[in-house]
């Protein structure tokens, strides 16, 4: 999605929506996407109550909820705002993977609730009106800092996949090698970004061993000796760097394991 | 109207997403590179990042069901919406009043009223007709509240807002716009007939940054 360009001419903007106060890191102003902007002048020309009926983007939706909420119009208010959460849902599934149940649950529940206090800002922030630029991103941003280290415990974690075809067996027994060779990393990512490795991350039951695992193998993190006031795997985790290969080599073998029992 | 001065950890990793950063160690270290007051944030930005880009998408979402979650963010959003309309309700309540007649309405004789807070008749009568120019210590407003018996919320926001002027009727007379004479709270302290504790303990409470003032 790209956003207006400043040389648009008045006569092609739509009438209705106020723009947005802030900038971006560059000091651009922020402006909504033309089909944003659209579908709230075509909003405006409808009855209110039809608001609801509709089908909008999730960025035309926050400005009419945050409308509403202004109006005091609580029927259509909530009509909206359960449009755009089931829209925003998707969203929050894609960057929530790994937890069990519970945590999963947690986690929807604190980005529901900071969705709404988003909403209903009083006053605006680069975070708060980038939700009528690009709702999706921001869903992401408060999906990932919903599971950071600190927040659920991410004690449990779903089983093992089975795999149909037994294809990425190759790629798990290449990394349990400690070869630090770029090339193997690459490949890890490739073989990740193909579908293959990851689908044996699940197998790795403690949390971090897997995140640990896939720092270093797919984001290239040193286990110590990092640039000045970067974290390295043992800052990281308060662990020796023996302890932590122990983790990787652990986290390895489960992979390994789901891997070969799946080929049986 | 720019709204950079203050850059915080939500707004830089709301960039590196918006330019797809990949999490890699090298990014991190350059980011912390460019904002190390955001280390810790940054942190545990890239190592969620890896993470949920390295698992495989589940075919069925755990946790909530769609209307479940919707539900919580409908809640919410009606509850902000509720606490506002509340909020401006009990605002133009009190602003429809002066000070002077919320504290007689309980009672109370404003003078009076003044002395026990610690400031004078002619302090609380300024503040009657928002006379005051920038801010002014809570703890002046919470003494009000507690004295009179009137909400702090009431208080304040029959305190605060365009200056009121002495006589309508030099309105009548005016024939441009009138204009108000205003000062500082502590301007208004120092030219006081209150004690030198008094005055002392008002002076301390303004030159301290971390007292609450409105």
């Not at chain 1, 027994?173 to 990393?185: C, I, K, W």
């Amino acid at each position: 999605m790209s956003p207006r360009t400043p040389t648009q001419s008045q006569e092609e903007e739509p009438p209705g929506a106020a723009p947005l106060t802030c900038v971006s890191k560059t000091g651009e102003p922020y402006t909504r996407h033309r089909e944003v902007e659209a579908q709230i002048a075509e909003a405006l020309n409808l009855p209110i109550p039809d608001w609801a009926a509709r089908e909008w983007r999730l960025e035309t939706l926050v400005h009419l909820i945050r409308q509403r909420g202004r109006d005091n119009d609580q029927a259509v208010l909530g009509k909206l705002t359960m449009a755009f959460l089931e829209k925003a849902k998707p969203v929050v599934d894609r960057n929530s993977k790994g937890f069990g149940v519970a945590d999963t649950e947690e986690v929807q529940i604190k980005v529901a609730d900071k969705l709404g206090d988003l909403l209903m800002q009083a006053v605006p922030s680069r975070t708060s009106e980038y939700l009528e630029i690009d709702a999706a991103t921001v869903i992401k941003q408060l999906t990932l800092a919903a599971t950071g280290k600190s927040r659920p415990k991410a004690s449990a974690f779903s089983t093992t996949n089975s795999d149909e075809d037994g294809k990425y067996t190759a790629t798990v027994d290449r990394l349990a090698s400690e070869d630090p060779d770029p090339a193997a990393h690459l490949l890890a990512q490739e073989a990740a970004a193909s579908g293959g490795v990851w689908r044996y991350l699940d197998a790795i039951t403690d949390p971090r061993h897997r995140e640990a695992f896939i720092l270093m193998k797919l984001y290239n993190w040193p286990l110590k000796n990092g640039p000045p006031g970067v974290p390295t795997l043992c800052d990281r985790y308060g662990m020796s760097d023996r302890q932590i290969r122990n983790w990787i080599n652990e986290a390895i073998e489960q992979m390994r394991e789901a891997a070969h029992g799946a080929e049986s | 109207m720019s709204r950079m001065d203050q850059t915080t950890a939500d707004d830089v990793i709301l960039d590196l997403i918006v330019e797809g950063v990949e999490p890699t160690h090298a990014n991190l270290a350059a980011a912390i590179a460019e904002y190390p007051q955001f280390r810790e944030e940054l942190e545990e930005f890239f190592t969620t990042l890896a993470v949920q880009t390295a698992l495989a998408v589940q075919p069925e979402a755990a946790g909530a069901t769609v209307e479940h979650f919707a539900n919580i963010g409908v809640s919410r959003v009606l509850e902000h919406n509720f606490q506002m309309r509340q909020a401006f309700a009990l605002q133009s309540a009190a602003q429809s009043k002066r000070l002077s007649r919320l504290i007689q309405e309980r009672g109370r004789d404003p003078d009076e009223v003044a002395v026990k807070v610690g400031l004078d008749p002619n302090l609380l009568r300024k503040l009657d007709r928002r006379r005051f120019r920038g801010d002014v210590p809570r703890e002046a407003y919470d003494r009000i509240s507690l004295e009179a018996q009137i909400p702090p919320a009431y208080v304040i926001a029959s305190a605060t807002g365009p200056p009121i002027s002495s006589s309508p009727g030099n309105f009548r007379k005016a024939k441009g716009p009138i204009q108000v004479g205003t000062e500082t709270f502590e301007e208004a302290i120092r030219g006081s007939t209150l004690s030198d504790d008094l005055k002392a303990f008002w002076l301390g409470l303004i030159a301290d940054k971390d007292h609450p003032k409105v």
